[in-house]
């Protein structure tokens, strides 16, 4: 003799309460399984050793007092020396992103283009009758 189905899920579900379980008689994935272990931000980060503090660290604490960072002065000057050459950073864009515009683009911008007059091509240029 076979069970009905609603006795069936009845008995999951009073099961479930006994138990502490979820009641999911569709078996579908709810993630209860990730969701019940253990955190692991807490040992992922006693790993690591702590960070000493640097020259930054000084410089945020204690903003008064007058430091001397050597690294970040060479990377300073580096920085100058480059730019004089001309082989510093591009300067930034001050200007919006804008929409595009297809009127804008550049295939239009070619299509227009007209090429400046020159000696070459001055006798085919057609006279102006007045």
């Known amino acids: 003799m ?6 069936i899920l009845d008995l999951l579900k009073v099961q479930c309460r006994i138990f502490s379980h979820t009641y999911n008689p569709e078996r579908l994935r709810t993630g209860n ?3 019940r272990e253990r955190l692991r931000g807490p040992a992922v980060a006693a790993y690591y050793p702590p960070r000493n ?6 410089v945020k604490l204690y903003p008064d007092m007058e430091t001397w960072d050597e690294d970040e002065e060479d990377r300073l000057e580096s920085i100058a020396a480059a730019k004089q050459r001309g082989k510093g950073a591009p300067k930034k864009k001050r200007t919006a992103e ?4 297809p009127q804008a683009s550049p295939r239009h911008i070619c299509l227009t ?4 007059e020159s000696k070459k091509f001055a006798h085919r240029k057609k006279k102006k009758t007045a």
């Open 33 to 35: 399984k990730v969701l």
């Open 98 to 101: 804008r929409e595009w515009n």
């Open 2 to 7: 076979s069970v009905a189905r609603s006795r």
């Open 113 to 116: 283009f007209q090429f400046p």
């Open 53 to 58: 503090p640097t020259m930054k660290d000084l």
